[in-house]
C-alpha cells in the first residue's frame, strides 16, 4: 500500500504521530527531573530560612547546616495552637513536618482558616529567633517570604522576599538587598503592644518610624502586596508571639 505524502492523510497522520512522540519525550523528562527539581526546591527554601537570621551561604551549603541553626519546626493552626515540635532530619513525606508545607499551594486553594502555618525555631551564636513564611499577592502573580523575630517575638532581625513574575527593575525589586535591609530592627507591635505590623509606605517611612519601611518606586501594586502580606500573615501569628 503506498502513501500518498502529499496528500492531507499524510500530513495529518505525520502531524499526529510527531505530536505523541515530542509529548512522549517531555512527560518522561519531566518526570526523571521531578526529583532534581524537588531537591533545588528543598535547598533554596532552607537558603532563604538561613539568610534571615543571618547565614548567607549557597544552596549546596544550606542542606548540611541547616539544622545547625533550625532547632525545631512547629506547625500552628489559624487559632495558633501549635503542633509537637520536630527536631532532627526531615522526612519528605511527613506531612506533620513544617517543612513540608507548600505556602503557595494553601495560598491558592485553601481558605485562610483552614491553613497550617509553620513555624522555625533557630539558634544562632547563643540567641533564639523564630522564622515565620509567608505567601501573598503581587502585581502579576505570587509573591513570598520569611520573617525572622528577635526573641521579643516583635523586633525584625531578618527579612528575605521574593517573587517569579513581578516587573525586573520595579515590583521585582523586592528581592534585593536594598529593599530587604530596611526591616531589621522595625517592630510588629508598639508600646502598649498593640499589633501594627509593617507598612511599606508610597514616599517613604517616616525617620524613625519603627513600622514602616521605603515603598519601591514603580512598585506601588508590589509594595502594596507586601504590605498586606505581612499584616494578614503576621495576625494570624499574633496570638501564638504573644504568649
Excluded at 505567601?135 to 521579643?152: Q, R, S, T
Aim: charged share 25%; with cysteine.
Amino acid at each position: 500500500m503506498k502513501f500518498d505524502k502529499d496528500g492531507n492523510g499524510f500530513t495529518f497522520g505525520f502531524a499526529t504521530v510527531m505530536v505523541v512522540v515530542v509529548a512522549t519525550v517531555l512527560s518522561v523528562a519531566s518526570i526523571s527531573l521531578q526529583p532534581f527539581q524537588q531537591k533545588n526546591k528543598t535547598a533554596e527554601k532552607m537558603q532563604n530560612i538561613l539568610k534571615t537570621i543571618g547565614v548567607e551561604v549557597s544552596r549546596d551549603e544550606a542542606t548540611k547546616i541547616f539544622g545547625d541553626y533550625v532547632k525545631e519546626r512547629i506547625i500552628l493552626d489559624y487559632s495558633a495552637n501549635a503542633s509537637t515540635p520536630k527536631t532532627g532530619a526531615i522526612d519528605p513525606l511527613d506531612k506533620e513536618d513544617a517543612f513540608n508545607i507548600n505556602m503557595k499551594k494553601q495560598y491558592k486553594s485553601k481558605k485562610w482558616e483552614k491553613r497550617a502555618y509553620p513555624v522555625y525555631i533557630c539558634e544562632k551564636d547563643g540567641k533564639q529567633y523564630r522564622v515565620i513564611p509567608m505567601v501573598g499577592k503581587g502585581l502579576w502573580g505570587p509573591i513570598w517570604g520569611f520573617v525572622a523575630l528577635e526573641a521579643d517575638n516583635n523586633t525584625i532581625f531578618g527579612a528575605s522576599f521574593d517573587h517569579k513574575t513581578e516587573t525586573p527593575g520595579l515590583g521585582a525589586e523586592i528581592n534585593t538587598a536594598d529593599f530587604q535591609d530596611q526591616f531589621p530592627g522595625k517592630k510588629l507591635f508598639d508600646a502598649t503592644g498593640k499589633f501594627i505590623s509593617i507598612k511599606v509606605m508610597k514616599g517613604g517611612a517616616p525617620e524613625g518610624f519603627e513600622h514602616g519601611v521605603d515603598a519601591i518606586t514603580g512598585g506601588t501594586i508590589t509594595s502594596n502586596g507586601v504590605t498586606d502580606m505581612l499584616k494578614k500573615t503576621l495576625k494570624v501569628y499574633q496570638p501564638y508571639l504573644e504568649k
